[in-house]
Nanobody, 127 residues
């Protein structure tokens, strides 16, 4: 069992930056590929970014490529999402997710590949 707790959301203006954190419980954090998703009311959950177990490989949605950076610190059981140049369309509830991965180099892109989810943190970007 893994518990995930997100933090760092808030209300910012367009062009600002935020860093989201996701703290995981348990001693097997390094066995999990991690990801960030977001959801707007009335819309499906959307992939944002993913990182493999070691942190050596990452993937991003086209809409955030070049602005967002996912990283992880396995010693701290934490994954981060650095969000720069925020836009109003980035407004959403952001969720982190953990997926058990036997392949160290692989990241996970689809929500059904993830086993555990956090409760979400609201990010609101005003224009």
């Amino acid at each position: 069992q893994v518990q995930l707790v997100e933090s760092g959301g808030g209300l910012v203006q367009a062009g600002d930056s935020l860093r989201l954190s996701c703290a995981a419980s348990g001693r097997t954090f390094s066995m999990y590929a991690m990801g960030w998703f977001r959801q707007v009311p009335g819309k499906e959950r959307e992939f944002v970014a993913a990182i493999n177990r070691s942190g050596s490989s990452t993937s991003y949605a086209d809409s955030v490529e070049g602005r967002f950076t996912i990283s992880r610190d396995n010693a701290k059981n934490t994954v981060y999402l650095q969000m720069n140049s925020l836009k109003p369309e980035d407004t959403a509830v952001y969720y982190c997710a953990a997926g058990l991965s036997w392949e160290r180099s692989r990241y996970l892109l689809r929500d059904y590949e993830y086993d555990y989810w956090g409760q979400g943190t609201q990010v609101t970007v005003s224009s």
